[in-house]
């Protein structure tokens, strides 16, 4: 065997390890935190130097990790045999529902490493989604490649690891579920297309056992498994129809069979699916139960209705803030070329790697319906390797402007062959016309589906470039035709690097004439084939790299070093209270139960941790901390036994938790006319004689995330809405001027398009003054806030009402000569959240200051 022949068979190895290589690396790129500027990357990192995870549900899956790996159980201690989590939604915590996968591997990767080496489990969780989630490259390459070429596998390799839904979800620090959720399906669909076109029975059985292996690591890893076993099962059938009834490729009649079992064993595509099925739902039963298949079913059915988890309820239903399931547009118009050719994850289109990608998906399918038309008098795109005389090869390298085209040997196709090809382009049209439709349908239930829809788009796009690149080879001669080919993708090519046009149309004619004045047309056609994989992939590549290359870490020092404090320096039934988002970060490094996190978010408790943040009432507010901190739901539960009605009871217990346990008894008995017994009943929870200890923590991203806190925290019972209400901090500051002895600090707060908001700081020997500031063309006029708030050091010099009809207040806290305002709706002048966090707890005794970080203070209800 030749270099050539050992290099040939080597080729498919060496083009994953490259695409690996390729997407691993720019995942890799967000170790780098390009994100945070130089100066302040040191506080975005631990002790060891690696960057904090970059959202908050990957300190749940590390916390469970090293739950399994110290205890044997992921989760804190059993309750009737299932894992408990003593840390969420305390008390009573939450039976851990989660699937195990990312914890089993991520173990494994843990003892393996610290084999070679002391590895912290931190590191190896920073890392092991970017790595599992780059062997997607691995399936959707071989995949498309079965039906294409190398190039085509190669774009669908590449599109599939870098679209950006997927992508910005598994990249280097981002530590969670998703990195399966596209690698696992398409290995149980790889191996199923593969089972089907096998060549004999013993293979289809092999094929067919490795899908059902990875539909039961599916299992394990998402709850959505469901969806593609329903997505595998419809493919077929379809298939399994069309081919048989509607374009007739196999017109075999049952009745020319010996028996059935003959004709069911011909059926390839009906006995792979019977292999998944019989195997893999066995063995999903063995492992996760066979009820959990039932209700797996049952949650799939009302997956068509998850729109309405972001309907009103009784409390406010917290999902309406949860971006995930808000419905995507199908195509965002940046400006530029934000929403048409560069990836952007605004819309469906953008989710799947941009406009192009899009176009080349639908591409795919229209191709595979061409393919179809196949007849015995196709050509094969099989070129002889015959070599050509020398006179003929000395004309076709002649040095004149049109070479003579030399007649490609070509090979007419048997009827057999035909049909080959014929009955793979179905199989693959209906599979992924079938995927395409059902993930569509799907997205338009929230986006976090989008990402599935890039599946089979991104597949079809590959399809389309193996295809469009055969085209090239077998039918492009012209060497200005091909020259414009090349000067349309390299166009393509160097758009997505935000160049200007000139520069763009340039390097266009540059790649172009360099095509054009190649002489050799196998070297040539090359060439533009090359050129228009790279057309295809550079903006999903482009688009990646800026993903990687603006990561910022979730959390930061100041809140890391808060939660070690509260480690070091609280007892251990210390209960932690704010907003749900951090709530994952606070239970894995405090080590301390939390009031509601990113996994129990959706309660009542969204409605009272708010209302206890937007309320002016301190002791309103340390009451609600201590209710939820000692008996959680259990106080407007019992009530709710009384009075059925939740926003009655709401009312009753906002009207009481501010007061001491006697007054709050003579208040429900009075005035709500509860009798003393159920009064007690209520009393025991919302006025606990020992109540846990609690910590709230005020921190400075709940500045931003005010808008929805307030919103749930105003939430009215009667027309089931809230109030949103924003504070809006100085995005920047002008350096210092001098005016008439006065010195003049102007910062802009937000913006709304052409218009600009902010504030003007004027500093004198006598006073500090400043006015809110709205602008559009260099226009600015002043207006007056409706309470002025200035803080110097440690020091309230204001905090007057200025103008009665203004809507909003305007809190300035100087120090040292520099400035920070904020602007905010006049809603939370007053609130708990402006007192404790901006004016550091002025003029109130509810709450004790226990603790400070940069951006974080920490406060005990009293």
Known sequence: MNFKDNLSKLKPVIIILLLFSVVFVLRAEAYNISGVPDESKDFYKDDTGLPYFSEMDSYYNYRLTENFIENGIIGDTTKNGEAWDLHSYYPPGREVAYPPLIIYFTAAFY????IFATVPLTVVAFWTGSLIASLCVIPAYFLVRKISNDYGGIAAGILVATAPTYFSHTFAGFFDTDMFTILLPLLVIWFLVESILAPNLKKQVIFGVLSALSLLLFSLAWVGYIFYLVLVV???IAYFLISRYIIKINQKAISEYPDKLKWFLDQKELVSLATLLIVGVFMVGIFNGFSSII???????????????????AYPNIYVSVSELQVPSFITLAGGAGGVLLPNQASMVGGVGGLLVFLCGIGGLVTLILKMRMNSSSRSAKKSKKKLPKSKRKNRYSENKEEVPVKKDTVALSPQQVLKVKRESLLYLVLLSIWVLMTAYASTKGFRFVAEFSVPIALSAGIFVGYAVEYIRDNLTSSSTLALVAFIAGALIAFPLGLNAIIILVIGLILGGVVYLVKKPNLRATIVMILVLLAVISAPIAG?????????PGTDDGMFNSMEWINNNTSENTVITSW??????????????????GGSQNSPRAYWVGKAMLTSNETLSAGIFKMLASSGDDAYLTLDNYTNDSGKSAEILTQTLGVDRESALEIMTTEYNLTVEQSRDVLQYSHPENPSP???VASADMLGKSGWWAYFGSWDFNKNEGTRSSYFPAMATSQPQQVNNTTVIQTLNTMAGDTMVGVIV??????VNATIAVGENETFQAINPHKLIIIQGNQILKNEIVDSESELSLVVIGEKGSYTTIIMDKALEDSMFTKLFLMGGFNQTSFEFIHQEPGVVLWRPV
């Open 694 to 696: 609690s910590v709230f």
């Open 234 to 236: 419809i493919f077929v």
């Open 762 to 767: 004027q500093e004198s020997a006598d006073e």
């Open 295 to 313: 209700n797996s079913l049952l949650e799939l059915a009302g997956a068509t209705q998850i729109q309405t988890l972001v309907q009103s309820t």
């Open 111 to 114: 003892y393996l490493a610290n």
């Open 544 to 552: 990646a790299y800026v993903i990687a290359s603006s990561v910022v």
């Open 580 to 597: 749900w988002d951090f709530g994952h970060l606070f239970a894995a490094v405090a080590e301390r139960p939390v009031t509601f996190d």
